[in-house]
């Protein structure tokens, strides 16, 4: 499949296959479009039917054209596309967008006939975008190529690329976003059903493109969904945000997976744990691409998450003291000198505390804002400054704005504005902000989302530049391949926690015994007090068989109770097969965690984590991450979770091994990839998470083997 | 204080004290705006300084006047007010707005100078609202008492009242919503300081305005909260909803409390009770305020939560879903006959489970579109449309427009839209919506949060009218309250537990015993297993003095450990005022909950539950009602919890008693009221709670009494 998408955005000959001459049509729209838009290259419209419309020649065939043309706009009937495709093959057209629907999005016979479709593209290597989409608009390049009511209107060029997999959302995005948000997009695509070119194909075209600075992706579900994390980290490198929605989150009826890990991730899960290791800024809202995509363009990224506000009213300030802070920012207090400082010549202030809450008179002497500035993006607590000047018009205004944008000019440091003055009354103020690229806001509580949002992107630069320059740990076992390749039914307790301590994960001392005198001899090895279990592929449920001892403290207690498990279990199912009983240490104190693996289809494999009982099983409060998962994204993924403080000493506890916790983590993931194709999905439950120092214990295990049909 | 705030709103004479030649000046301010506003009552400003300003008469002093102004404005420094609102007294003045700073926000003398200030406004009986305001807007009035840049607009006439804490926040909610929004105000009054006329007083004079339809509230903080839930009560009878910001929720460094209960709520959290208590809407930013405003002028309100979405984008009919289901509605499928009929006539759906995907062929029928539209109005399933047209605009958004407005006009169903066509390309179309009473956003976000809103109000409506049917518990138990009289010490076990029994809590059997023969008849009454603990107001910690033993199952271990406790007792603590030993019933099974009892200074006697250990602790997973508590309100806060499932059963474990859980829960309210002058804090901890039918035990409580000065 063709990738290089410069062509597909830049055509130099476009052919419209199906081109009508009811202009009001979705076949009629995209000449008239492209002439509106004054296209600079060349059009074929190509429709039997006609010998013209709006004057240019009309084309009875692909195969009539004069040339190949870079681009065929596909608007014809489902039916009857795939012979159109094999056309554009045969004439070695390289990129084609198809709108037709009637294919995957209505299940059935269309699903087959998207297949047929994508076997053309991949003979004749055209890169299909679509099909069932609205099209790609290049600002930049006047190629207006698709329909809808946003196609109708002319836009400013700007520095955001947008692919979006619905075409009537995506543009009313870019419309509104551009007409109403004055954030100008540089390129926007609709990828509809995407059995081609993919969004991750675009996304990665837009972050080599240099003109596109930031990104911006509407996502409803990826296939190639494990490239996010490759696509993702290219994006952090350059420096180009991806603002991005993933939708669909709450959709029911998801199938009940066999282990806990299935259960509690799900699609949603891992998109959220992808977009966190690779930094992309998720959505709700089309104000927030907006306010969002006018943060990043100040060009600014501030050093850290301690914001000072500076405000002339309380109220405003305080809301957004309430939404930095909720959104993960510090608004710390100021450094004695900065307060030192500010009280020496503004003696008047209502408050020093941060927010610090200035008298209106602070904007009648432009000295005196400009010290005030100048005070606190000095104090080193500091790392951005968001400013509030409520409704603030008029003359005052505009002298207001130009002190700010002066000092913006030569600060590294960001300023964001929340200024409520409608535009129509503050419009020259706004002017000297926008020309001086600071942010501006109407009310405080976006303000301080944008700000909160610039500041968790530069969170995310760290914590992957601190995960890249980390070892990810490869470990292999082939005897743990060994005795997974071609299982099919699931490897529970010892077998589990076997190929668990291959990959250095810390297990419960264990071993198998087949007489009772061996048990006892185990018993002696491993120490009073001892559980016994019987092992049976015939008895999942040992308790329910009374085939389980716990706690036996002596020899003469543990050959009592062998004889006594053995008796039960083969009571319980005549004739079960059994491989031993297994005898096992007792594990005293420790935090009950569970981990888990899941091979997801789309994503591969997949680390979870969470606490034991009602924090997994009730509150699901678990944090999932995709593999390979090195240390510290370990020990970021174990404070994510809202029960973090149990194991930090909360209750009077002790504290937990945390670090042996995230140690097993990373070994997890390791084993994760090293048996990807031999394991589905894998709970650890429960993980013994013992005292600082003390590591911790599988204390049972089960994995449920790929399955090959 | 003067409560009738009709002569506020509509003064027919107002004195401007220290009324400026300088209108640019905020005492210059005022007689600008209600000359410019064509105020149509008589004006007097008062200023030895000046003859006249703006060609109005000037008064040297308020005696001067020739008549008692109705509002008096106060706008001098902050040391001469005392003296004016004295004089203001003395002429009869009922109302006077004081804009001047220096008050209880700065702290200090100005606390002082506010006392002084309201105890002038007692005495001459003078409605002060301020200080530290920026006035009042009467737009139907034509009476612009302020100042600010918001006042040098004109604004048009609405429903919508509101008060605010900021001044500088409230008059950009108002400007924006009016201007940007369409949403249009009747009057707005800032409060700053409150020292006499409260937001409280405001919102109900909002109530009785037959103007008024809508009410938006800006709350840092209300000294008379309690006032809250009846204020509440009365919109809610009223069908008047209230539109609220509480702001302040993050502020640290709130003071440790002794109890669990104190430290788990605070303000914010009593707040947050007390509005879904009484159905209070909490809006996070100005677009909420608009967006649900233009929600509830709909006029319709829906039967229940379900909501049927009708989109010719499925991306944003995805994103709707998203919304809707987060924000706790239904998107349930249609009735089989709704389907049917669907299908009968549109054919080419793509989509006609729920949110229903139609092609945008339907727009180019206006009789399909109707149909649709009735197809699913009449759905028994479906209480409200949500219907989504992307950016449809020109000839074809028009008449869509008109179809759904006549449809909407004869539905009791409410119909939203999302439509994000720019207001500049569509003006017809949504001229015909809002003439309908259409509410419609540009975004299925925004569509969805309001829909939502409506809702939540639909189900809070239900919620208060189900508890006004309730009786109240009223138990009064003078034991109770002779036992805590005048205590200052904590009340603990034993004693705190005789109390719950008084309100019928129940509580585990024991007794206190002062001999070993007692221990052991107490013991053999309750019947073994029991505990045995020391009691003694010189150890609270009995654990550790080893002084508690449990498990007892017969009468010598019983009277050995009573021997043992009572040993250990003296040698932990030589000289330890020992009551005896309390014998106890061993509590098997049950879920452990919390219980516990606030008396809020604002909003007097609160309940909390939530479920034990690292619930509470840790997650602060709780909910809290302010007294009196309903068996209704009880459960509904029950069900409020993350862990709620703990009680239905998950994890395999029967299902809890949540009646007696409630019942308890209720007579715990009853407590709290009859209490009120005795107890400061209550901790039930635990409350163990068994299977249903087999009620609930506190196993131990504590009571911090009121302790007077």
Redesign the interface.
Known sequence: MRKDLERFFNPRSIAIVGASQDLAT?SGQPLKHLISHRYLGRIYPVNPKYPEILGVKCHASLEALPETPDLVMVLINAARVAETLRECGKKGVPYAIIFS?GYS??GGKGVDMQLELAAIADQYDIGVVGPNCQGMINIAGSVFAGF???Y??DYDAGSVSMV?????????VM??AA??GGLNFRQVVTTGNELGVSSLDFIDYFIDDPQTDIIVG?I?GLKDAHRLLEIGAKALAAKKPILA?K?????QGQKAAASHTANLGGAMALYRAAFRQVGIIQV????DVIDYGRAFQCGKLPAGNRVGIIT?????G??M??EC??RGMQVPQLAPATTERLRSFVPSF?SLANPIDV??GIFNDPDLLKMTLHAVLEDPNIDSIAMIN?????EIATKVAAEVAAVARESAKPIFMSW???D??NSGAYALLDAAKVPHY?????CGRALAALSWYVEALHRHEVARGETVAVITSSQARSTLAGRTDDVSEYAAKQILAQYGIGITQEEIATSKEQALAIAGRIGYPVALKVQSPDIPHKTEAKAVRLGLAADADAGAAYDEILRNAKAYKTGARIEGVLVQEMVSGGIEAILGVTNDKLFGPAVMFGLG???A???KDVAFRIAPVTKSVALDMIAEI??Y??LTG??GAAHADIDALADAIVRLSALALDLKDHVAELDINPLFVFARGKGVKAGDALIKPVVRN
């Open positions: 979705i629907s999005e209505v809808g009511s946003v109708y209107s979006s997999q619905s075409g009537g959302f995506g543009c009313s419309n509104l007409k109403d509407y409803e929605w939708v669909g989150n709450t959709v709700d809202d089309i104000q002339i009213s309380g109220g405003a305080i809301l003291t309430d802070v909720n209502g008298t209106a409520a409704s603030l018009q008029g409520s003055a409608r129509e009354v109407k009310s405080p509580v976006r009982g009602i924090f099983e009730v509150l809202k029960g403080p149990v909360a209750r």
